[in-house]
């Protein structure tokens, strides 16, 4: 056992925010994206919104995570239109036009 270590198995540097949940997106783009856009957010789910946009919303492992996605929009040109973090249990917001 090192000075480091403890008996319950952590280890000094271990913070609080190593335990934190996976934080969750929503992101909102412009235009409907077709079903084959799927397997390209890697097991996001997208939601085709009524107002002619297409939410892209679940869990990314970190800021670099959300960075290369942001990087795959901007490289095939698909318009941002909002980037939200949201609590993980928090349902998909959607917004129908009355």
């Known amino acids: 056992m090192t000075a480091d270590d403890h008996p319950d198995g952590t280890t000094a540097g271990a913070s ?3 335990h ?3 934080p969750h997106y929503e992101i909102r783009v412009k235009g409907h994206l077709g079903s084959g856009w799927a397997a390209w957010f890697d097991g996001l789910s997208l939601t ?3 107002d002619g946009t297409t939410v892209i919303h679940g869990p ?3 800021q670099a995570a ?3 996605l942001m990087a795959k929009l901007r490289d095939v040109g698909i ?3 909002s ?3 949201i609590a993980s249990d928090a349902p998909t917001q959607t ?3 009355q």
Do not use: F, N
Request: no cysteine.
């Open 48 to 50: 085709d919104d009524a």
């Open 79 to 81: 318009p941002l239109i």
């Open 83 to 85: 980037l939200s973090q």
């Open 20 to 22: 934190d949940p996976v």
């Open 60 to 62: 990314l492992l970190d």
């Open 16 to 18: 609080t925010a190593d």
């Open 66 to 68: 959300l960075h290369g």
């Open 95 to 97: 917004h129908e036009r």
